[in-house]
């Protein structure tokens, strides 16, 4: 008996049909893959599953029996939970008031979770191996610990059907190890997964069938045993002949030919040292979050972006890269340190909706927002509407984005349009220094392969080039597009080692302590005759 099962469900959001006569199914125990663009009806699919919305057609059962499609309260009765890609925790509340508050009879009448039952939650994060901070407000956490937060507040009753929208986006590898191993561990007591993804080497690691989605309609059901990727990718984005455009699995993007030096000094671009762009010296960040009196998240942090570059900077999230991101954006100051920025500042931050976004305002709105001060968009003291409006179609344009009605609030996109948005609106700012957190979360094989193009492409053909620094737990991402690489352990900036280091070398680096860490960078910097830790990082 099918542990939930789809039968020729249509769902429309105005002239957008979101899923085209769906069938889908789902067995006990098993984890099934679910691919496609954005836009393709993956989060659509999930949250009708999840019954927070309902279908214009066809129908929904759970565990073989009829389901009130479009009844979030019957979902959880029939044990069906769901980790969003948006999360949906309350920002104010603790991880544990978070988790209580959705799991039924663990919050009291009085606004608290229920005697006894942290220790509940803490076993079960034990059993799960799930490293998770329940003390802090969620709204101070990154993004990979509310995901934690998220996954264990869904497993934490009995879960017959569990649904994740784009689990892996913002962890570092070994977590994603660690999160498929949580996975395999659930499914093998007998819940069924659906996992919404589109790293195809993740989905075929780790899925026992892949369902690819295209425009609504289910292209394709296969067992990922012996499933090339390539005919995943076809499936995808091919036309109805079959023709499979010039891309590839975000896994394996095309690289650009380019001497490069992992070492803590300049650009490999030329023997000249570039100019630089911005610098930080001896930075210092107090962490606020955990409430820990003298805990800094970052740690007398030295850092130099020069023109011409992509510095990368990899690391478990939660070891100080949302105050790096924050004080190289300008948005944050140091405790104490010396701070040297640019004028004009593109930042992607990693929490598009809160940080990135209005999403009550359209997408013209928006990158109107970020370009209003530019002399080229103004008119005196006007802004030029008409040179905005030209801007941001070619924005929609090259970055595919794909919008249910013109002058639709962003809100209303999928979560990777929004990131298209937020993307292609930082790369038309043409400013010296671009941060950019998680750049390709949320995007499909094709937008991820274009952003990453794009990245190359400023630093190699800019006029001027800006520098780039490009924070971010995806290490296949890192490792492609940097010049230099350093990783943030424990709020210390480490070099990576010299060399060409292999991706075990940087990633057990970023596993390491802040004291370890600082051990083996300045133990391969001497080895490189390179200045101590963090100098000119």
Do not use: C
């Not at 001060?373 to 030029?384: A, N």
């Not at 040179?387 to 639709?408: F, K």
């Amino acid at each position: 008996m099918p542990a939930a099962r789809l039968r020729r469900v249509t769902k429309q959001f105005g002239a957008v049909t979101a899923l085209d006569q769906v069938g889908f199914g789902l067995a006990p125990g098993e984890i099934h893959g679910l691919l496609g663009e954005n836009g393709a009806g993956k989060t659509t699919l999930a949250l009708v599953l999840a019954g927070l919305l309902s279908p214009d057609a066809g129908r929904v059962e759970i565990g073989g029996r009829p389901f009130d499609a479009g009844n979030a309260a019957a979902a959880l009765r029939h044990g069906v939970a769901m980790v969003h890609q948006h999360f949906s925790l309350v920002p104010r509340f603790t991880g544990l008031e978070n988790i209580a508050l959705f799991n039924r009879g663990a919050w009291t009448r009085r606004g608290a979770p229920a005697p006894g039952y942290r220790t509940q939650v803490e076993r079960r994060a034990r059993e799960l191996k799930l490293d998770v901070d329940l003390d802090v407000p969620v709204q101070a956490l990154g993004v990979g610990s509310q995901q934690r937060v998220e996954i264990l507040k869904a497993l934490m009753s009995e879960t017959r059907v569990l649904l994740l929208d784009e689990p892996t986006a913002v962890l570092a590898p070994p977590e994603v190890e660690g999160l498929f191993a949580v996975l395999r561990r659930v499914a093998t007591a007998g819940t069924g997964i659906v996992l919404a993804a589109h790293k195809l080497d993740e989905i075929l690691g780790v899925a026992d069938r892949v369902t690819v989605l295209r425009k609504g309609k289910r292209i394709l059901t296969k067992e990922t045993r012996d499933l090339p990727a390539r005919e995943l990718v076809r499936a995808m984005v091919g036309d109805p002949n079959g023709s499979l455009p010039d891309v590839m699995p975000a896994a394996t993007p095309p690289r650009i030919p380019r001497a490069r030096s992992f070492g803590p000094r300049g650009s490999a671009r030329s023997p000249n040292k570039p100019a630089p762009v911005a610098s930080l010296a001896n930075v210092t960040v107090a962490d606020v979050t955990t409430g820990t009196a003298g805990r800094q998240a970052l740690r007398k942090v030295d850092l130099t972006v020069h023109r011409g570059e992509v510095l990368g900077i990899a690391g478990v999230e939660g070891n100080g890269q949302r105050e790096l991101a924050a004080v190289l954006a300008g948005v944050r100051r140091p405790d104490s340190g010396t701070v040297v920025l640019p004028g004009e500042i593109g930042w992607i931050p990693q929490d598009r909706t809160r940080e990135g976004l209005m999403v009550d305002f359209s997408i013209l709105e928006n990158v109107a927002l970020a370009l209003h001060q530019d002399p080229s968009f103004r008119k005196g003291p006007w802004l030029d509407w008409a040179e905005i409006e030209r801007r941001t179609a070619t924005l929609t344009r090259e970055m595919d984005v794909r919008i249910p009605r013109p002058g639709a609030a962003v809100r209303t996109l999928s979560g990777g349009n929004q990131q298209r948005v937020l993307v292609g609106r930082e790369f038309l700012r043409g400013g010296d220094l671009l941060v950019a957190e998680s750049p390709t979360r949320g995007l499909d094989v094709r937008a991820t392969q274009a952003v990453r193009t794009r990245m190359a492409e400023l630093v190699r053909t800019g006029n001027p080039p800006p520098g780039i620094v490009l924070i971010s737990a995806d290490l296949d991402e890192v490792l492609d597009l940097s010049d230099r690489i350093a990783v943030l352990v424990g709020g210390r900036l480490v070099p990576a080692p010299p060399g060409n280091p292999a991706r075990a070398a940087i990633g057990k680096l970023m596993l390491s302590t802040g004291k370890e860490a600082g051990r083996e960078g300045e133990t391969g910097a001497n080895k490189a005759k390179q200045p101590a830790r963090g100098k000119g990082a």
